[in-house]
């Protein structure tokens, strides 16, 4: 389950951040919001590297915002192969992605808590995290389930008043209950 959840997590998770810029990109055109450097500026200090005032390298901000998407989509691929899928677990998903932000943005010095943010900022930036995430969590979901039922999935099927949330099982036998 392992190595299915890490190759099937790095796809999912850069397919996630694929429709996350796109859909940044049609914000930023509408708004005109312009493009942020924080990502570079995680990563200039997590590397050590020296930073730049204004504008940020591209290939340094793209490098950490892929980057990021791509390795936390292992983590919501690891929630679709235990059973752990469908809008429910991408909205559970999304936190996680905000909180993974958070933590390097707060923990570099580079951001500030949301609770400090413009509304309007705050909301802007949960909209696109959930669009990474219901985005990520499609593909995983989708990539998981050619495996048949996750444990979870299976575990619920056994149990009188659960719902299985998925289609016919083997007989109760073939797992030993």
Same mark, same amino acid.
């Given at each position: 389950?392992?190595?299915?959840? @890490?190759?099937?997590? =790095? ?6 951040? %694929?429709?996350? *810029?796109?859909?940044?990109? #049609? $914000?930023? &055109? ?53 059973? @752990?899928?469908?809008? =429910? ?6 936190? %996680?992605?905000? *909180?993974?932000?958070?933590? #390097? $943005?707060? &923990? ?70």
């Amino acid at each position: 389950m392992i190595k299915r959840a @890490l190759w099937q997590g =790095l796809i999912a998770g850069t397919a996630g951040g %694929v429709v996350m *810029t796109l859909g940044e990109k #049609l $914000e930023q &055109a509408l708004t005109r919001r312009p493009d942020s450097h924080v990502p570079a500026r995680v990563l200039q200090r997590l590397a050590g590297l020296p930073e730049h005032p204004g504008k940020q390298p591209l290939p340094v901000n793209w490098t950490m915002h892929f980057g990021q998407a791509a390795l936390l989509g292992v983590v919501r691929s690891l929630m679709a192969q235990s059973g @752990l899928r469908g809008p =429910l677990a991408s909205a559970k998903f999304t936190v %996680v992605r905000l *909180t993974n932000d958070q933590i #390097l $943005e707060n &923990a570099t010095g580079v951001g500030a808590p949301p609770s400090t943010w413009p509304r309007k900022e705050l909301v802007v930036d949960v909209l696109h995290k959930a669009v990474y995430a219901f985005a990520t969590g499609a593909v995983a979901d989708a990539l998981a389930a050619r495996n048949g039922p996750g444990p979870g999935q299976r575990h619920a099927a056994l149990r009188p008043g659960r719902h299985a949330d998925v289609g016919p099982l083997p007989r109760r036998e073939a797992y030993g209950r």
